[in-house]
């Protein structure tokens, strides 16, 4: 009985988890077909267009969640939630084990920036998305750092996943410089969060088919804020070199 039971559960997160992957294509190109083309015409403003873009994004976000946490999906936790949600000017990084890293961190900051791949400019269901949002793209290349600063200046919080790619279960994280090159040469502190998932769940080896045997659990610890003046003393120090510590110290805080 109980191993029917325990089937019968497995079945319903399998055929409910089919209907959330739906339902989350259909709300972004619901936003950027209908919401985001509306927002063109009667929010003029460039700035507040964007950022009420980026609010929209992140209460769609919260409902996502809320919906598969109802369905017994997932559940999740974070520790330190207010330390995200009132965090300003600061680069936020965090590790990247899941399809659903961004959602969850995105859900509780409203207003968040963030660095993605070029690669989802290609991808009808985000591409409206992230050109609302006016999210950085790793292919400006020159522009990227000073485009960064100017936006850590007015203070958006830019988040940034320096592994670049979802963690491959059993192999040692590796971090790419980006996150680390940005917050030494913008002058921004940082704040790091650590994510863990007990169950493996839409990681880079596993199908979004591939419900796990019992319901995962999300665990996002957000750590103290990280001054960069502890890293880089530009007067001493070159910038490659704070900038090489500074990454290798990410990577022992993200393992």
Not at 91 to 118: F, G, R, W
Not at 150 to 178: M, S, V, Y
Not at 183 to 197: E, F, G, N
Request: proline share 3%; aromatic share 8%.
């Amino acid at each position: 009985m109980r191993a029917l039971l325990c089937a019968l559960n497995r079945a319903w997160r399998l055929v409910m988890t089919w209907c959330c992957f739906a339902l989350f294509g259909l709300g972004g190109l619901l936003l950027s077909l209908v919401v985001f083309n509306l927002m063109l015409v009667m929010v003029p403003d460039s700035k507040r267009r964007s950022r009420l873009a980026r609010r929209m994004i992140s209460l769609s976000f919260r409902l996502f969640l809320a919906i598969t946490k109802f369905l017994r999906l997932l559940d999740y936790r974070i520790e330190g939630k207010q330390l995200l949600r009132s965090e300003r000017g600061c680069v936020v990084v965090a590790n990247h084990p899941t399809l659903l890293d961004y959602v969850l961190l995105a859900s509780v900051m409203a207003e968040t920036d963030c660095l993605v791949k070029s690669t989802l400019l290609k991808n009808p269901f985000v591409s409206g998305v992230i050109r609302a949002a006016d999210y950085l793209v790793n292919s400006q290349g020159e522009t990227l750092l000073a485009e960064s600063e100017a936006r850590l200046a007015r203070g958006d919080t830019l988040l940034i996943f320096p592994e670049g790619t979802r963690t491959r279960q059993g192999e040692t994280i590796t971090l790419q410089r980006g996150a680390a090159n940005i917050a030494v040469r913008c002058r921004s502190d940082l704040r790091i969060v650590v994510i863990r998932c007990s169950e493996q769940l839409l990681t880079k080896q596993s199908k979004w088919y591939s419900v796990p045997p019992s319901k995962p659990l999300f665990t996002i610890t957000v750590q103290s804020r990280v001054s960069i003046d502890d890293f880089h003393h530009s007067e001493t120090q070159p910038a490659t070199v704070a900038a090489r510590e500074l990454n290798r110290y990410l990577l022992q805080q993200l393992q």
